[in-house]
């Protein structure tokens, strides 16, 4: 989903996730407001001041204004950090939610949904994207009401002098507050939104440079790549140049707005109030405005955080290829079955799979051997329901892979893959992926059966051995067989094996063909593959 809203839209997107700290985010707003009026009221005690010792307004005696300012002194500060206080504990508590939900999306998406995002959005939308929210829920919601707030209180101040003057103050609050803030954020957010994809592309760009070191310097595209990079980083530039100016224009014309609304309301209570109170009402004016110019300063940094908000929204709201299955279906004994099956992958020219059947029968291992791209794979996945099928039926024993809860069904299937991921961890918790409650003595027996435990033991520090990132500290053949180790740890009856030796040389293959024949006694075993050494041991096998 790409979905372009407006800023009011993400606002209110943003705004939803608050409910369970509404009254965190109340109580913030309570005291932001008191904290900003004992502000203003400084100044204009100040204002009483001067007119006391004028003699033109002598309402409250020095010792009053000056023991009262000291006391909105104090106040201010006390209630400025409450307030930021109460604003980052909501800040951040949301992000950690927001992550969490960010997660759970993924988790739902993979693997089919995410097979064509680029990664490095990704991982912007996780990191910076989420943080640059920061802005949004600690600086942004509470300012927003403290300034409309704070305004109200303002104009009934400087309107009980005179209503017009109370109108006067209303007219600029509302310029700079509102009307200068959503001009600025109108013509500054697609610059927003450029800036966040162009460094989310970026990002992308600099993982595959580093994912594919090897063969830049082997091809010597160092420049290439580089000149990609450079096009990136001029354009990201560019666009911050944009918001640079625009920022610009916007502190300008506040400013404008701000000297026009003291010199306005200086004129107008002089020719309608005592001088006194001119005194008064201007100060007040002039001294009210931090609120509201705090708002028309967000404008600024709002743009690109609302379009870290959209691309966070919608990731969130991504509708996934396939929706899990929340039943108490579980999976059956028998056979499986794909009757009449007809598939192809999104955006796909044609279909992989046409009215295609393979029975498979129970506590057998059957292989199925072809071609490359001949849907070899594409069978394990419609197994795993990673995919539904156009047409056609998926079937463990006489059940609808459809109707099965999907948790059920993972549970009961070992999946290997053809590239098996590695974490930056030890090789124990590697395997222990596929059972996190495994005892050494099972990762042990596991590590056995994928012909792997010898090498593990010429390691210095044998199952604690810390892998590197991405596994590139092991040949692909130990990652293969790491990949199995985690198989046979999972234990599961059905085992789906996509070309399980690729990568492992003849004596290792045999070693791992005669376990899994081994282990068919009590478990249906689909051996997908190329090479007909690998179905050596299959009972049954069908080409593609």
Known sequence: MNKSRSGSQVMLGLIGMIRPLITVMLVAIFMGCIGNLMAIFITVLGGMGIGNVLGIDRTMSLTTIFVLAIICAVLRGILRYAEQASNHYIAFKLLASIRHQIFSALRKLAPAKLDGKEKGNLISIITSDIELLEVFYAHTISPIAIAVLTSIVMVIFIGRYHWLLGAIALFFYIIVGAVIPIINSKAGQKYGQKYRKLYGNLNTTVLDNLYGLDEILQYGKENDRKEKMDKFTDELEEVNDKLKQQEGRQRVSTDIVILLAGVVMLLASA?????????????????????????????????????????????????????????????????????????????????????????????????????????????????????????????????????????????????????????????????????????????????????????????????????????????????QRIGIARAFLHDAPIILLDEPTSNIDSLNEGIILKTLLEEKENKTIILVSHRKSTMSIADKVSRM
Request: glycine fraction near 8%; charged fraction near 25%; aromatic fraction near 6%.
């Open 271 to 479: 020719a309608l109030v005592p001088a006194g109170e001119t005194i008064i009402c201007t100060i007040a004016m002039m001294s009210s405005f931090g609120p509201t110019g705090a708002l028309s300063a967000l404008s600024n940094n709002l743009n690109q955080t609302l379009a870290s908000g959209n691309r966070v929204l919608n990731l969130l709201e991504e509708e996934p290829v396939v929706a899990e299955v929340e039943s108490n279906v579980s999976v059956p004994k028998g056979e499986l079955k794909l009757s009449d099956v007809t598939f192809g992958y999104p955006n796909a020219e044609k279909n992989i799979l046409e009215n295609f059947s393979l029975q498979i029968e129970e506590n057998t291992i059957h292989g199925i051997l072809g071609e490359s791209g001949c849907g070899k794979s594409t069978i394990l996945k419609l197994l795993m329901r990673f995919y539904e099928t156009k047409e056609g039926q998926v079937l463990f024993g006489n059940q609808n892979v459809n109707e099965i809860d999907t948790k059920q069904l993972r549970k009961q299937i070992a999946y290997v893959t053809q590239e098996t991921f590695l974490f930056e961890d030890t090789i124990e918790n590697n395997i222990k992926i596929a059972k996190a409650d495994a005892t050494r003595e099972e990762v042990i027996e596991a590590a056995k059966k994928a012909s792997l435990h010898e090498f593990i033991l010429s390691l210095p520090l044998g199952y604690d051995t810390k892998l590197a990132e991405l596994g590139d500290s092991v040949s692909g053949g130990e990652r």
